[in-house]
């Protein structure tokens, strides 16, 4: 590849990740945040190396040229560029103009579910908190490991995005979980039942009590809801953890 294309795949790579991590949130569609920050130091490393490589150009260009082989006072590039080379040029303009859709119920309605931690003790649940907001995760614990059967019966409130169930029956609420980044996104899911599901990728809060099946307390009891009411919500700037669902300060 010639420096001028050079020069240019690393200007427009580097404001494409400063565009996704400095001036967007769409970095947080691929990279957690804690990655942010080393996203936007890349982006600014390849726009300075962009504009030295312009430079060194621009500098070369304005010298005289020395005579070459061939006597006519003019230097002669001999290299050629591979037509295909310039294919790298499009993830570079992909990063400005056009986004890869965050992951939502398409890839959760292929992949298991993950699997909750194996944990021994549970803190009390508060008895006052009616309904009692949950993650996806700590209520699929409850569920499949308190032997003490604090949840039975409870009222939880819990939050994520719609996945129609790949079977076509029902639907489950779900969270997306980054370990790292989108190549290792896991996925905790909750089949709910008794309310009809919004449209996929839709964010809503569900309230309701577990849904009876198996032995509660064991791997056999089902990480399931009978919903009550389900409310569309905002989706959340960073969606990829599984946190309480948000409430309104009293």
Same mark, same amino acid.
């Given at each position: 590849?010639?420096?001028?294309?050079?020069?240019?795949?690393?200007?427009?790579?580097?404001? %494409?990740?400063?565009?996704?991590? #400095?001036?967007?949130?769409?970095?947080?569609? /691929?990279?957690?945040?804690?990655?942010? +920050? #080393?996203?936007?130091?890349?982006?600014? @490393?390849?726009?300075?190396?962009?504009?030295?490589?312009?430079?060194?150009?621009?500098?070369?260009?304005?010298?005289?040229?020395?005579?070459?082989?061939?006597?006519?006072? &003019?230097?002669?590039? &001999?290299?050629?560029?591979?037509?295909?080379?310039?294919?790298?040029?499009?993830?570079?303009?992909?990063?400005? $103009?056009?986004?890869?859709?965050?992951?939502?119920?398409?890839?959760?309605?292929?992949?298991?579910?993950?699997?909750?931690?194996? =944990?021994?003790?549970?803190?009390? @649940? +508060?008895?006052?908190?009616?309904?009692?907001?949950? *993650?996806?995760?700590? $209520?699929?614990?409850?569920?499949? =490991?308190?032997?003490?059967?604090?949840?039975?019966?409870?009222?939880?409130?819990?939050?994520? /995005?719609?996945?129609?169930?790949?079977? %076509?029956?029902?639907?489950?609420?779900?969270?997306?979980?980054?370990?790292?980044?989108?190549?290792?996104? =896991?996925?905790?899911?909750?089949?709910? /039942?008794?309310?009809?599901?919004?449209?996929?990728?839709? !964010?809503?809060?569900? *309230?309701?009590?577990?849904?009876?099946? %198996?032995?509660?307390?064991?791997?056999?009891?089902?990480?399931?809801?009978?919903?009550?009411?389900?409310?569309?919500?905002?989706?959340?700037?960073?969606?990829?953890?599984?946190?309480?669902? !948000?409430? +309104?300060?009293?």
């Amino acid at each position: 590849m010639k420096r001028p294309v050079q020069a240019v795949l690393l200007l427009l790579s580097g404001l %494409g990740v400063l565009h996704a991590s #400095l001036f967007t949130d769409l970095c947080l569609r /691929y990279v957690k945040e804690g990655m942010r +920050p #080393l996203l936007v130091v890349s982006g600014v @490393l390849l726009v300075l190396l962009g504009l030295a490589e312009a430079w060194s150009l621009r500098r070369r260009t304005a010298t005289t040229e020395a005579p070459d082989d061939h006597g006519d006072g &003019h230097a002669h590039d &001999h290299s050629a560029t591979p037509r295909i080379s310039w294919l790298l040029l499009l993830p570079a303009l992909s990063l400005l $103009f056009f986004a890869p859709p965050a992951l939502g119920a398409y890839t959760a309605a292929r992949e298991a579910p993950k699997a909750v931690v194996a =944990q021994d003790d549970f803190e009390p @649940l +508060p008895k006052t908190t009616k309904p009692l907001p949950m *993650t996806l995760t700590d $209520f699929t614990s409850r569920v499949q =490991q308190d032997k003490k059967r604090a949840i039975k019966g409870r009222s939880v409130q819990l939050s994520g /995005y719609v996945t129609p169930r790949k079977d %076509g029956d029902g639907w489950e609420l779900t969270r997306t979980i980054f370990s790292c980044c989108a190549a290792d996104a =896991q996925f905790v899911k909750v089949r709910m /039942y008794g309310a009809s599901a919004p449209a996929a990728d839709t !964010w809503v809060s569900v *309230t309701g009590t577990w849904h009876p099946g %198996g032995t509660l307390g064991t791997g056999s009891a089902p990480a399931a809801l009978d919903a009550r009411t389900v409310k569309k919500i905002a989706k959340p700037v960073n969606a990829y953890k599984d946190e309480l669902p !948000w409430t +309104p300060s009293r």
